[in-house]
């Protein structure tokens, strides 16, 4: 059975996994790269986990069997508090066109909606044409601001922002 749940401090092993599973898998997909989060200690990642604290930010894992099929998170614009930023989507290959990625989505949009936040932001790979696509589907609509990729300057990341209505 498929469950998509909120991050916490007990599930710091999984969420290890998952994150490390999509640095692994989607390398081009993330700002930060497995062999700089392979350094990470347990008290890092435990803190990342604390971190996530429902209520400025936020993760969810999707687990199956208890293993890690996917995540997100979802941080609060510490500058404008109505918005927020949709970071670490990621799918597990066996997974992905079943809908997972939408119901990802979901969750956070959840979230945003009944913590007032009225606009949710992303940055995708600009050769990242499937999340392009997930993204479209679900909403969200291209801002036309563009930014380097951090780990490799031939590529940049898409802007794209989603208007959320009120709860």
Request: proline fraction near 8%; charged fraction near 15%; aromatic fraction near 6%.
């Amino acid at each position: 059975m498929l469950n998509i749940i909120p991050i916490t401090p007990a599930l710091t092993h999984h969420y290890k996994q998952a994150r490390l599973c999509a640095l692994e898998d989607s390398p081009t997909a993330f700002a930060s790269t497995h062999a700089r989060e392979l350094q990470l200690t347990e008290t890092d990642w435990h803190n990342r986990a604390i971190s996530l604290d429902g209520l400025h930010r936020v993760g969810f894992l999707a687990l199956e069997a208890a293993q890690p099929v996917g995540i997100v998170a979802c941080f609060r614009d510490t500058t404008a508090p109505t918005h927020a930023d949709l970071i670490s989507m990621w799918v597990a290959p066996t997974h992905r066109a079943t809908g997972l990625a939408t119901a990802l989505l979901e969750a956070v949009h959840h979230w945003a909606a009944t913590h007032a936040i009225t606009h949710l932001r992303l940055l995708v790979t600009s050769i990242n044409a499937p999340a392009i696509a997930l993204y479209t589907r679900y909403g969200f609509t291209p801002t036309g601001h563009t930014e380097p990729y951090p780990n490799d300057p031939a590529l940049h990341e898409l802007e794209m922002i989603l208007p959320l209505s009120p709860k």
